[in-house]
């Protein structure tokens, strides 16, 4: 069950109130999603992004919780400024905090997390929406050239990125890369810097086409700065 609270991703839409260090109140916000890793929050409030940051959370009575947070992405939706949030440290009781209030005010995401775990352990392909960095960080549209290193044999390998976020790789590259594989890659970030290093394992491959597979890669660890960078690149 705890590895199951870490992933699953609670849609809860709901209001809650937040303040940020050094201001005098809190202000409103629709917090749409929510786990013990991150968030996404809809707010009047402008966040730096790219930043850490450091703020009080209020779900409501007994659930005041104090984060310290990256702002992965923002996005403005009308008057309203979107954000994608990962805890960069939050305390075990906040933890707790945030399980109870999703169990106390929306007891159906618990039960349609338990019956993912059941699916899961049952043998069944996992969903989509379990795999982490789509929990946690928006997926961006890519395409910055990449080559890879299989650690497994040594092969060295030339793909392209399709889809980037702060903890994994989407990519097509002309042979095929096995699940299970651990990869260092290098990707080509037309910014003038030095490739982007970074390594993880294959989690999925299929072909695509003739000499064409799709593969997705899970980051050993969420690159915060890496993301931030291949961001303004595109």
């Not at 106390?104 to 996992?126: N, S, V, W």
Request: proline share 3%; net charge positive.
């Amino acid at each position: 069950m705890g590895e199951r609270r870490r992933t699953f991703r609670w849609q809860i839409n709901q209001q809650a109130k937040v303040k940020l260090e050094g201001a005098p109140d809190f202000a409103h916000c629709q917090i749409k999603d929510i786990n013990l890793k991150g968030l996404q929050i809809s707010s009047g409030l402008k966040l730096a992004k790219d930043a850490f940051s450091k703020f009080n959370l209020f779900l409501g009575e007994g659930h005041i919780l104090n984060i310290e947070a990256w702002v992965v992405w923002h996005k403005t939706i009308g008057d309203l400024n979107s954000y994608g949030i990962y805890f960069t440290r939050v305390k075990d009781q906040d933890k707790e905090k945030i399980y109870r209030f999703v169990q106390q005010g929306h007891p159906e995401q618990i039960k349609k997390q338990y019956c993912q775990g059941l699916r899961e352990e049952g043998g069944e392909d996992m969903p989509k929406s379990s795999t982490e960095d789509r929990r946690i960080f928006a997926r961006f549209g890519a395409r910055f050239p990449l080559r890879f290193l299989d650690l497994n044999s040594n092969r060295e390998g030339m793909a392209q990125t399709q889809d980037l976020s702060a903890k994994g790789v989407g990519l097509l590259a002309n042979e095929e890369l096995s699940a299970r594989t651990p990869v260092e890659m290098w990707l080509e970030i037309p910014d003038k810097g030095e490739p982007l290093y970074t390594r993880g394992e294959v989690v999925w491959s299929k072909m695509v086409g003739p000499k064409e597979y799709r593969a997705g890669v899970n980051l050993d660890k969420a690159d915060l700065m890496g993301l931030s960078r291949a961001l303004r690149a595109i």
